[in-house]
Nanobody, 120 residues
Framework: QVRLVESGGGLVQAGGSLRLSCVAS????????MAWYRQAPEKQRELVAD???????NIADSVKGRFAISRDSAKNTVYLQMNSLKPGDTAVYYC??????????????WGQGTQVTVSS
């Protein structure tokens, strides 16, 4: 099993920045990619960004140009840098481990999530 622990959320004003971190442990060789999802109240969970172990990234159109995903393989950590935050970015952000093959496919259990709140 892969265990994921997210951190870095908080309250920020619109236009501000946050960096989320997710540390993976356990059977990390069972996955070849990681991702960030988010879920706002009364909305479905959506894929925000994913990154393969080879460093290929995909960013959702809704955050493209504002968010960036990166990975430190030595620390088994994936980051989500969020800039120019908007109130619409308010959500619980979840880290995911998965398999990339013609798209990202989540495989691991979800972490506990980290709350991001953007005030106007």
């Amino acid at each position: 099993q892969v265990r994921l622990v997210e951190s870095g959320g908080g309250l920020v004003q619109a236009g501000g920045s946050l960096r989320l971190s997710c540390v993976a442990s356990g059977s990390i060789t069972s996955i070849n990619a990681m991702a960030w999802y988010r879920q706002a109240p009364e909305k479905q969970r959506e894929l925000v960004a994913d990154i393969t172990y080879g460093g290929i990234t995909n960013i959702a159109d809704s955050v493209k140009g504002r968010f960036a995903i990166s990975r430190d393989s030595a620390k088994n950590t994936v980051y989500l840098q969020m800039n120019s935050l908007k109130p619409g970015d308010t959500a619980v952000y979840y880290c995911s481990g998965g398999w990339f093959n013609a798209g990202y496919h989540p495989l691991t259990n979800w972490g506990q999530g980290t709350q991001v709140t953007v005030s106007s």
